[in-house]
């Protein structure tokens, strides 16, 4: 099993900025990509960004230039850096781990950017 546990939501005015973390325990050998998705109230849980062990990252057309992924496979860590964020922002975050074809979640972070 593998566990991940986030950190570091809030609530951000427009334009400002948070950093998310997430801790990954448990069985880590054999993880490839690992990632945060979220979702708003009512909609569907979207892809945020995505990175590989290798360090490739792939974002979502609207955090791209605004939101940096990062990977620390020694700390077993992945963490977001929000910038600029936007009220359409708002949504619980989730950090997610591939292992051996399984998806796994954390319990989620609010995030809420006011206008």
């Known amino acids: 099993q593998v566990q991940l546990v986030e950190s570091g939501g809030g609530l951000v005015q427009a334009g400002g900025s948070l950093r998310l973390s997430c801790a990954v325990s448990?069985?880590?050998?054999?993880?490839?990509?690992m990632g945060w998705y979220r979702q708003a109230p009512g909609k569907q849980r979207d892809m945020v960004a995505t990175?590989?062990?290798?360090?490739?990252?792939n974002y979502a057309d609207s955090v791209k230039g605004r939101f940096t992924i990062s990977r620390d496979n020694a700390k077993n860590t992945v963490a977001l850096q929000m910038n600029s964020l936007k009220p359409e922002d708002t949504a619980v975050y989730y950090c997610?781990?591939?292992?051996?074809?399984?998806?796994?979640w954390g319990q989620g972070t609010q995030v809420t950017v006011s206008s």
């Open positions: 997610y781990a591939l292992r051996i074809f399984k998806d796994y």
């Open positions: 448990g069985s880590i050998f054999g993880i490839t990509s």
């Open positions: 990175i590989t062990s290798g360090g490739s990252a």
